[in-house]
């Protein structure tokens, strides 16, 4: 299961590192106002789909991959949220 999480934030930063013309995964990178709007749809989908009882998996995975790319985007590194995370555990 992380090992997934760890694969999409490696592909992040290879893409950022060496882009491919036309990469979805790209265009989220390198165009924060879309990758923020991105984030905002996808978790609207998925509150929608949490409250009509469909598509669940599909929208919360959505999720996770845009808010990866949004944090890549805006150079926000994932070992720091984790570490924030950690601090605030009682």
């Known amino acids: ?11 992040a930063r290879e893409r950022k590192k060496s882009p ?3 990469s ?5 990178l390198a165009d ?3 990758s923020k709007e991105k984030v905002l ?5 998925l509150i929608e789909a949490v409250d009509n009882n469909s598509n ?3 929208e919360a995975a959505d ?13 926000i590194n994932v070992e720091d949220v984790m570490t924030e995370l950690e601090k605030r555990k009682k």
């Open 1 to 11: 299961m992380l090992n997934t999480l760890q694969s999409l934030f490696q592909l």
């Open 20 to 22: 491919i013309e036309g």
């Open 24 to 28: 979805y995964t790209n265009k989220l």
């Open 32 to 34: 924060k106002s879309f």
């Open 41 to 45: 749809e996808e978790i609207n989908e």
């Open 56 to 58: 669940k998996i599909h």
């Open 63 to 75: 999720v996770f991959y845009h808010l990866i790319m949004y944090l890549e985007a805006n150079d």
